[in-house]
Each structure stands twice: as C-alpha cells, then as structure tokens.
C-alpha cells in the first residue's frame, strides 16, 4: 500500500539547521520567541543552553518550542560526538542573550560547556545579541572581546538602549527578539549581509508616512507602514554606522536597537529634524513617504457634514525635503561628498511605466541614488518583502529582487558604501 501523508512540495526551499544558544540572562525568556519565529518559518532548530540560562527557563520549555532534546555538557551524547557534530552541521548559530561571560569564553577559545565548543567547530555565520549592564558593555575586557569576535568573522549585534535590571537603564538591553530573529534570516539568505563597512561613519535615514492634520480628528496620511526605513536604520546601526532615524508615523514599529530615534508627525517637523542632523552626516537616505500636500489651515474644531454640501478643502504644497538637501550641496552649504539617497514610490499610467518616470524623477532630485518601488495592492506598502531597482546618478541601474526588507536594506547599503568610498 502507498503511504499517504503530506509531502514537502519539490520547489520549497528545504529546511535550515538552526542554533539558538542562550546564556544566563535575565533576557534569557526572550529567546523564546526567537526560537519560535525559526520553528514556524520551518526550519530545524535546536537550543544548547547554558547552565546558567536554565537558571531563568527550563529546558522543558526550551524541548518544548524546538522539538530536540535540550544538553549542556560536552559528555552529553558522546557517541554522536555532539560537540563537534552540531556546529559543523549547523546553517546558522543565533546566540540571544549573549552575557559578557558567554563572549569572553567564546573571544578566547574556550570550549567548556557544549555552547562554547559548538561556536568553535561553527563554519556558518554566528549571530550574537549581547545583553548586559551598561558597564559591563563598555568595559574594556568586552569591548575587547567583541573587537576580537567581530574580527573571526562573528556578528555581534549593538545593544538596544532601554531598561535593564533593576531601576537601571541605559545601552545593553537585548535588541528585541523580532530584530534579532529577522537578521538571521537575512544572514540564512545572504551570509555576507552584515560586513562591518560603515564604522565611523554618520547616516541620517528618515521613515515611515507623515501625517497632516485636517481638524482636532481627521489628518491626511499615507499608507507607509516605515518598514523599509526601520530596516535600512537597523543595518546600518549593525554595519558599524552612528545611526539617526528621524521617523514619522509608522505601524507600531519597535526603534532600531543602537539607532537615535527622533519622533516627527508632520513634513515641515520631518523637514526640520532632517536638516539639523544632515550637517554632520555623511549619508542622508530619504525613505521617509513625506506627504506632498496640507491643509492650508487646521480647522480648529471637527469639520461637520452638511448634507448634500459638498466640503472643500485648499491644499498647499509640502517643502520637498530631497531637493532640499541636493539644494544644500550643491550651494556649498554641504560638503560635496555627502551622499544622498532617495525614493521613490511610482506606478505606470498612460505616460510612461515606473522606470520612465523614476529616471525622470532622479533627474529632477539630483540626489545621488534613487531607490525605486513599484506600488499598488500588497506591493511595497504595509508588507514585509520589497523589490524595485536603483537608479544612480551616473545612469546606472540595477534591479533588487523580490526579497525580505532586511535584504533589500543590505543591497541599497551596498551601493551606498560603494559610492562613499569610491566615489
């Protein structure tokens, strides 16, 4: 008899091994939800713990979420030679939270836990999410040990800022658990995602709609959920850069983890928070959705309905803070070698299809590069996949493939370095 089930289909991507290693942290519950987020994407996962960590949360739970048994020795499992075999079968390590302890073992080649012997035999990208006090993080033993790891190849994460234990608050609290679990599947699609490339260097990067307020109730708006932003803020942050995000009205998106996150409504705020940190940067990216137009005038209480009355509103245009900016440059007033990045959200119509009027619009910006989107129902709006192309000054183009915002971030970052270090 023919055996009956539900079978993988041929053109599904088959499944990664993963491991989520957690050390002892408060942090510890969070990675819970990292482990979940790999689990119901399909993938293999499997939890080596500290003994520490299981100090916070069992390993019941931790069996629970991924299916696999949960161990922490190295004489756990010997005939399967599990302190080698793991690491070397492994697709991707993701270690949340990663304590000062767990990387100064991992930064000097310990190998006395089966965590720590995994890292050594790992030949696949190895994601680490630091989380501890903030004098622990700036140390110099960590500082340290995080320049050494990051210079083998791993990928430590910059802290979020927030909260800690206790009354404490400040940088060292763990990036948030969606961040985290995000960047490895970038680092599971592209490995060589997240180089180092942009240390020292300043990048302002405007997100999410902009809101104009009609009365005390009603506002014009956009559908910009800010995702692509939040992205390109996040990467940057982890690719080495000082990271402001001057954001507008975004769909409840968590701030990047090491980004300064400066909160605006309308496009003249939007405009003054980009200017006051364009001087001192060395990239601007404009992924904000800026509305174009306002009221003239806020009504200042509800406007009612008449019936069979039609109601008028007078529009006005909103500055354009791109051309702004190129303006800026080009007076002097900004050095010549700022980059500066634009977008451009575009559908076809009678006159020509989205790359006719996306070369015309980079003509008129000026800007050097112009991230292209085509738009409509379930595209680039409100969803967490992307595709379009960039536009370069120089006439150049390239397309980005549908792919994750993350990695879409990673391509346009790319292309950034590209022109700040070659010109």
């Not at 975004?250 to 605006?264: F, I, K, R, S, Y």
Request: with cysteine.
């Amino acid at each position: 008899m023919a055996a009956t089930g539900t079978n993988a289909r041929d053109d599904e991507p088959a499944p990664k091994r993963i491991v989520v290693g957690v050390t002892g942290g408060i942090a510890a519950y969070k990675a819970c939800a990292v482990i979940r987020y790999f689990t119901e994407s399909g993938h293999s996962v499997r939890v080596i713990p500290t003994e520490s960590a299981l100090q916070f949360v069992g390993a019941a739970t931790f069996e629970a979420l991924s299916g696999n048994p949960v161990t922490t020795s190295v004489f756990q499992d010997i005939p399967d030679v599990a302190h080698v075999k793991i690491g070397q079968e492994a697709d991707l390590i993701v270690v949340a939270p990663a304590t000062a302890d767990l990387m100064a073992r991992a930064a000097h080649g310990r190998a006395d836990d089966l965590l720590t012997a995994t890292l050594l035999t790992a030949r696949c990208p190895v994601l680490m999410a630091p989380a501890m006090h903030t004098e622990m993080w700036d140390h110099p033993a960590t500082v340290d040990n995080v320049a050494t790891l990051r210079s083998r190849g791993a990928i430590v994460m910059e802290p979020a800022s927030g909260r800690l234990t206790g009354r404490d608050s400040g940088p060292g609290r763990l990036p948030e658990p969606s961040e985290i679990a995000g960047l490895g599947a970038m680092l599971l699609e592209r490995p060589d995602s997240l180089p180092r490339d942009l240390a020292g260097c300043s990048i302002v990067v405007s997100a999410g709609g902009t809101r104009e307020s009609l009365d005390p109730v009603r506002f014009l708006g956009n559908r910009s959920s800010g995702k692509q932003g939040y992205a390109l803020a996040r990467l940057a942050v982890q690719r080495g850069a000082r990271v402001t995000l001057v954001s507008g009205v975004t769909a409840g998106l968590e701030p990047p983890a090491g980004a300064h996150v400066v909160q605006v409504t309308t496009a003249e705020q939007m405009q003054d928070a980009v200017r006051a940190h364009t001087a001192t940067a060395d990239v601007v990216i404009m992924a904000a959705a800026v509305a174009d137009f306002r009221p003239d005038s806020m009504a200042e209480s509800k406007i009612k309905k008449v019936q069979d009355e039609p109601a008028t509103i007078t529009l006005v245009q909103n500055p354009d803070i791109l051309a702004g900016i190129v303006e800026q440059r080009a007076a002097g007033d900004l050095p010549a070698t700022r980059v500066i990045v634009g977008f451009a959200a575009e559908t076809g119509d009678e006159h020509g299809d989205v790359l006719t009027h996306a070369r015309s619009k980079l003509q008129r910006k000026g800007c050097d590069l112009l991230v292209v989107n085509a738009v409509g129902e379930g595209k680039a709006f409100e969803v967490d996949s992307n595709m379009g192309w960039i536009l370069r000054a120089d006439g150049g183009e390239s397309a980005l493939p549908l792919s994750s915002k993350n990695l879409m971030a990673s391509r346009i970052l790319d292309a950034v370095g590209t022109l700040l270090f070659t010109g």
